[in-house]
Nanobody, 126 residues
Framework: QVQLVESGGGLVQAGGSLRLSCAASGRTFSSYAMGWFRQAPGKEREFVAA????????SYADSMKGRFSISRDNAENMVSLQMNSLKPEDTAVYYC???????????????????WGQGTQVTVSS
């Protein structure tokens, strides 16, 4: 089992940047594929980015490609999401998620994930 705690959210102007972090408990962090999702008010939770267990493979939602970057540090039990060129439509609660998965596989669907953090609010003002 793994527990996830997100941090780094806040208020930023359009065009700005934020870096979200997700700290994971436990000694088997490298056994988990990780992902970031977000949910805006009145909308369904949507996929943002995902990374394989080793960090060698990543995947992004189309609207985040070129602006967001996911990374992980297995020694520090941490996964991060660097968000650049933020837009007002990026405003949402961002969630970190983990799944005990295959070594090179990427998971893009929220239903595939077993563990979730509590979320961190990102607000982008115009």
């Amino acid at each position: 089992q793994v527990q996830l705690v997100e941090s780094g959210g806040g208020l930023v102007q359009a065009g700005g940047s934020l870096r979200l972090s997700c700290a994971a408990s436990g000694r088997t962090f490298s056994s988990y594929a990780m992902g970031w999702f977000r949910q805006a008010p009145g909308k369904e939770r949507e996929f943002v980015a995902a990374i394989s267990r080793s960090g060698g493979s990543t995947s992004y939602a189309d609207s985040m490609k070129g602006r967001f970057s996911i990374s992980r540090d297995n020694a520090e039990n941490m996964v991060s999401l660097q968000m650049n060129s933020l837009k007002p439509e990026d405003t949402a609660v961002y969630y970190c998620a983990a799944v005990l998965g295959a070594y090179i596989r990427i998971y893009r669907r929220s239903a595939e994930y077993d563990y979730w953090g509590q979320g961190t609010q990102v607000t982008v003002s115009s």
